[in-house]
C-alpha cells in the first residue's frame, strides 16, 4: 500500500460520521477528566507512601473494598447516561429529568447502606489478617470515606445527565476541579501544613468527602440552571416513578454489578497479596496506581464509545454504533501500545515520585518488586483495551447482562480461586499471582470481543418503544 493509500485511508477513517475525529473531539473531555482522576489517586498514593510505608499499604486495601461496594452503586446510576444517550438520539428530551431522578434514588439508597456498613469496618479487617497497624489504619480510612458515597453516586448520575448529550466538557472542568482540591487537601491534611493538624490517612480520607461534596455542589448549580425544566423536566420529573426505576435497574444494576464484581475480585487479590508481608502488598499498591495511568485514558475512551453507541442506537443507526466501535479501538490500542513500552523501557519513571521522599532502605525492595510488577501490566494493559471498548460498546446499546456474566464468570473461575490456589495452597509466590491476574484480563477481553462479532447488541434498545414515550410525554 503506498503512502497516498494509507493517508487517503487514514483521511476518510477520520473524517467519516462515528470515525476517528469524533470519537476524539468526544473523548478528550472525558479522557482528561479521568486522567485527572487518575493523577489524583497517584499523587495521594505517592504522598502516603512519603508519610509511611504503613499508610499506603492500608489505603489501598481500604480504598479497594470502598470502592467495590459503591461502584455497584455508581454503575447503576452512572448508566443513566446511556438512558440519556438514547433518549437524546430518538429526540425524547422530556424523558431526561425523569430518569435523571431515578439515578438520585440510586444514591440515597447508596447512602443508608454506607451508613450501614461503617461500624462493619473493625470486624472485617481484623478477619483479613495484616499487620495490627495496618488494620488500624485500614479501618480509620474506610469509616471515614463511606461518608462520601451520597454525593459520589449522585454526581455519576448527574455526569450522565451532561455526557449521554455529549457535553463532555462541563463533566471535565467540573471533575478537575473536584481533583485539584483534592490534591491541595491532601498534601495540607496528611502532613499538616498552613497550621492544619498532621491527620495522615485520617486527612486522606477527609480530603476525599470534601472534594466529593464540593462537586456535589457545583453539579446541582448546573444541573438546575435556568432553561433545563422546559426542555428536560428536571424540576418536575422528581416523582418516583417504579416502571423507569425498574428499568434503570434492569439494565444499569447488571452494569453495577459488572463493576462491583471486579473490584471485588481485585480486593480479594489485594488482601490475598497482603498476607506475603507490606513490602509485597506496597509494591502491588504502587504497581495499580500507576496502572491507574493507563487505564484511566482508556475508560475515557470507553465512556465516548459507549455514549456514541446509545446515541446511535437511538436514532436507529446500529451500523454506525459499530464504526465508532471499531474508531474508538484502533485509537485506544495505539495509545496503550506506547503506554506499555514505557513501562518496561522506563519503569523508573514512573516510580521516581514515590521514592521521594520515602524511606530508602525500605522503597528499594519496594522498587525492585514493583518494576517487575510494571511488566505483567504492559501485557495485560494490551489487552485491557479489547476489553474496555467492546464491553463499553455493547453495553452503550444496553448489553449489560451479558458482560456482568462474563465478568462474574471469569472473575470467580479466573482470578479469586486462582489467586488464593496459588498463594494459599500451593505457595508459588507474588509473581505467580500476577500471572493469573494477566491471564484473567486476557480471558475476559476476548469473551466481549466475540460477543461484539457476533452483532446481537445491534438490535438492543433500554429506552422504551417511541409509542410508550409519546404516550408519557402527552400525559405531563
Given at each position: 500500500m503506498t503512502l497516498h493509500k494509507i493517508y487517503s485511508f487514514i483521511l476518510e477513517k477520520w473524517n467519516r460520521e462515528a470515525g476517528y475525529k469524533q470519537v476524539i473531539l468526544l473523548a478528550i473531555p472525558l479522557i482528561l477528566s479521568t486522567t485527572s482522576l487518575a493523577i489524583q489517586q497517584f499523587v495521594d498514593r505517592m504522598f502516603l507512601a512519603w508519610y509511611s510505608a504503613e499508610a499506603i499499604a492500608a489505603t489501598m486495601p481500604a480504598g479497594i473494598l470502598n470502592f467495590t461496594i459503591i461502584n455497584l452503586f455508581i454503575g447503576t446510576a452512572g448508566y443513566v447516561g446511556t438512558f440519556v444517550a438514547q433518549y437524546w438520539g430518538a429526540s425524547h428530551h422530556r424523558q431526561i429529568g425523569p430518569i435523571l431522578w431515578q439515578g438520585f434514588y440510586v444514591a440515597i439508597i447508596?447512602?443508608?447502606?454506607?451508613?450501614?456498613?461503617?461500624?462493619?469496618?473493625?470486624?472485617?479487617?481484623?478477619?483479613?489478617?495484616?499487620?495490627?497497624?495496618?488494620?488500624?489504619?485500614?479501618?480509620?480510612?474506610?469509616?471515614?470515606?463511606?461518608l462520601g458515597a451520597g454525593p459520589a453516586v449522585a454526581i455519576a448520575a448527574i455526569a450522565g445527565f451532561f455526557t449521554g448529550q455529549g457535553k463532555t466538557k462541563i463533566v471535565m472542568i467540573v471533575s478537575v476541579m473536584g481533583n485539584i482540591i483534592n490534591v491541595v487537601l491532601n498534601?495540607?491534611?496528611?502532613?499538616?501544613?498552613?497550621?492544619l493538624p498532621r491527620l495522615g490517612v485520617k486527612?486522606?480520607?477527609?480530603?476525599?468527602?470534601?472534594?466529593?461534596?464540593?462537586?456535589?455542589?457545583?453539579?446541582?448549580a448546573l444541573i438546575f440552571s435556568p432553561g433545563h425544566e422546559a426542555k428536560y423536566r428536571i424540576l418536575s420529573g422528581w416523582r418516583p416513578n417504579f416502571a423507569l426505576f425498574t428499568r434503570l435497574?434492569?439494565?444499569?444494576?447488571?452494569?453495577?454489578?459488572?463493576?462491583?464484581?471486579?473490584?471485588?475480585?481485585?480486593?480479594?487479590?489485594?488482601?490475598?497479596?497482603?498476607?506475603?508481608?507490606?513490602?509485597?502488598?506496597?509494591?502491588?499498591?504502587?504497581?495499580?496506581?500507576?496502572?491507574?495511568?493507563?487505564?484511566?485514558?482508556?475508560?475515557?475512551?470507553?465512556?465516548?464509545?459507549?455514549?456514541?453507541?446509545?446515541?446511535?442506537q437511538g436514532k436507529g443507526r446500529p451500523d454506525l454504533s459499530e464504526k465508532s466501535v471499531y474508531s474508538g479501538f484502533h485509537l485506544t490500542y495505539i495509545y496503550m501500545m506506547g503506554i506499555a513500552a514505557t513501562y518496561?523501557?522506563?519503569p523508573g519513571?514512573?516510580?521516581?515520585?514515590?521514592?521521594?521522599?520515602?524511606?530508602?532502605?525500605?522503597?528499594?525492595?519496594?522498587?525492585?518488586?514493583?518494576?517487575?510488577?510494571?511488566?505483567f501490566i504492559a501485557v495485560y494493559s494490551l489487552f485491557d483495551t479489547m476489553n474496555i471498548i467492546c464491553s463499553s460498546g455493547i453495553k452503550?446499546?444496553?448489553?449489560?447482562?451479558?458482560?456482568?456474566?462474563?465478568?462474574?464468570?471469569?472473575?470467580?473461575?479466573?482470578?479469586?480461586?486462582?489467586?488464593?490456589?496459588?498463594?494459599?495452597v500451593f505457595n508459588l509466590g507474588l509473581y505467580a499471582a500476577w500471572a493469573v491476574i494477566t491471564v484473567y484480563?486476557?480471558?475476559?477481553?476476548?469473551?466481549?470481543?466475540?460477543?461484539?462479532?457476533?452483532?446481537?447488541?445491534?438490535?438492543?434498545?433500554?429506552?422504551?418503544?417511541?409509542?410508550a414515550i409519546i404516550s408519557d410525554e402527552m400525559n405531563t
Open positions: 447508596a447512602t443508608i447502606v454506607h451508613m450501614a456498613l461503617i461500624p462493619l469496618a473493625v470486624p472485617f479487617f481484623g478477619l483479613v489478617g495484616h499487620s495490627p497497624e495496618v488494620q488500624r489504619l485500614e479501618i480509620i480510612y474506610f469509616q471515614i470515606i463511606c498534601y495540607l491534611l496528611i502532613f499538616g501544613h498552613l497550621g486527612g486522606a480520607a477527609i480530603a476525599t468527602v470534601i472534594s466529593n461534596i464540593g462537586a456535589f455542589v457545583v453539579f446541582l435497574l434492569r439494565f444499569g444494576l447488571p452494569n453495577g454489578l459488572q463493576y462491583f464484581v471486579i473490584y471485588m475480585s481485585v480486593s480479594v487479590f489485594i488482601l490475598l497479596v497482603g498476607r506475603l508481608g507490606t513490602i509485597k502488598l506496597a509494591a502491588t499498591n504502587i504497581a495499580f496506581n500507576i496502572n491507574m495511568l493507563a487505564f484511566m485514558p482508556m475508560m475515557g475512551f470507553g465512556m465516548a464509545v459507549m455514549i456514541l453507541v446509545g446515541q446511535y518496561v523501557l522506563f519513571f514512573f516510580l521516581w515520585p514515590f521514592s521521594v521522599k520515602a524511606d530508602p532502605e525500605s522503597f528499594t525492595s519496594i522498587k525492585e518488586i514493583a518494576t517487575v510488577l510494571l511488566r452503550g446499546a444496553g448489553d449489560t447482562r451479558f458482560v456482568m456474566l462474563m465478568t462474574f464468570f471469569f472473575s470467580l473461575l479466573g482470578l479469586a480461586i486462582p489467586t488464593y490456589l496459588v498463594l494459599n484480563i486476557v480471558l475476559l477481553s476476548f469473551a466481549f470481543l466475540a460477543r461484539f462479532l457476533s452483532g446481537k447488541w445491534k438490535t438492543m434498545r433500554v429506552i422504551e418503544k417511541p409509542k
